[in-house]
């Protein structure tokens, strides 16, 4: 948009007019020379991404958390399926992943050790910003080495606008950026407007879960000029989506920038894998988007699809990307060779989606998303739940506060493409003492929302 281009060009010249424009310098690594294997359905390595085993002392040291041993661990199996991560796309096993990691590590180890300023960005991170910034249809892309940190890059670079323009002084409240900030949003963006915020670069308005008649009073009774909106874009405990084309229209209405977090959209959501944005068909109305490639990816790190001006801000101003060491060269040629498979076999997202739909099915909930939440209440309730779980051959781990405020403790299940009917059969049958109660989920959902609106509304 015409007013954000226009700032940070300005905050883009006096960098340069300081000598603190910072850009990367590749170092030159032979690239594949073919493109990996795919295939046409599951393989036998699909079973290692949700296959795994406890040592009995683990084992025996979850049961026991929160309750007391039933005296019948000695008869319980040590492996288990996996219904806990987020590896959607059941790629984190895939052999072309693992062939990747495995050639560049026999040729060249981790790789240069250091920032990507300094020396640890190479022509493989390159490749994967490349592909990246074409799949959420967006002109550059920035590879960070965690979500985590690309969220926080983005919020400091953001604030580093007011400062900058403020030449030497603190900017004046109406100066600032007011940030509004869905109140469900991940840690990482609260901890980075929370920064910005007690350095005097920002104001935060944090509005109702999704709630667009909320952030539309927010945004009208707010005289700062500079605005921008942040929300996850599929979230990460409840499953829901964030209503992304009403933002949209606010975007038009108000002129906002509009930022978007969508490490669980990217790869699972839309056909091309574009996520949450290509799925509801308005990737153009997205100004910045961060994802991880710790999650449908199957690998790690973290990156920002975005401009090239805004690329060139936050590797100036972000902290997070500035001070961290690159991502090893194995991991990114893994993450090249995810993104080859992801569009390579399409099949693999239909059915993350197949096993939704079959989910939904057979519990008559109205789930929308991988990401499903068995609200129990209290944290005993959960840590019961779990034990009966993980004694039932699954690994469910009990989400408890501060993830989730308190009384409202959960079951946090993910489906995967590598899971099979058979596993997600078996995980509803051993879910039905809680699937059966009487609470309501969308009761809770909607109480944990407002819950978290007022516990958020005052940080």
Known sequence: MAQWDALVDAALGELASRSLLRATRPISLALPPAPPETFPGPGPWDRAAVEIRLDRATLHQWLAEGGEASGQEEELGEKLILFSGNDYMGLSSHPAVR????KVSQEYGMGPRGSALICGYTTYHKLVEE???ELKKKEDCLLCPTGFSANMAVMTALGSISSLLAVGRKPAKDERIAIFSDALNHASIIDGIRLIERQQEAVVFVYKHC?????????SSCSIEKKVVVTDSLF???GDFAPLP??????????????????HGTLVCGD??????????????????????????????????CSTRWKSLIQSRGRSFIFSTALPVPVVASVQAALHVSRKERWRRSLVWRHVQYFASLTKLNITSPI???????????????????RSGFHVTPIRPPTVPPNSCRLRITLSASH???????????????????????????GHAEQSYVVASKL
């Not at 990737?283 to 449908?296: P, R, Y």
């Not at 209290?378 to 019961?384: F, G, H, Q, T, Y």
């Open 211 to 219: 709630d667009m008649s909320h952030l539309d009073f927010l945004l």
């Open 236 to 238: 990460s405990m409840d």
């Open 272 to 305: 091309n894998g574009g996520g949450v944005p290509e799925l509801l068909e308005c990737e153009s109305g997205i100004d910045i988007s961060v994802g991880t490639l710790s999650k449908a990816a199957g690998c790690q790190g973290g990156f920002v699809a």
């Open 99 to 102: 062939e990747a990691a495995a």
């Open 131 to 133: 592909s990246l910034a």
């Open 420 to 446: 099979s009917p058979d596993d997600i059969k078996r995980l509803v049958d051993a879910l039905n003492p809680w699937l059966s109660d009487k609470h309501a989920k969308q009761s809770f959902v909607e």
């Open 372 to 390: 499903i939440s068995i609200v129990v209440g209290s944290e005993e309730a959960a840590l019961r739940a779990g034990r009966h779980m993980l």
């Open 246 to 263: 009403e933002l949209v229209e606010l975007r038009r209405k108000y002129g906002f920038l509009l930022v978007i977090d969508d490490a």
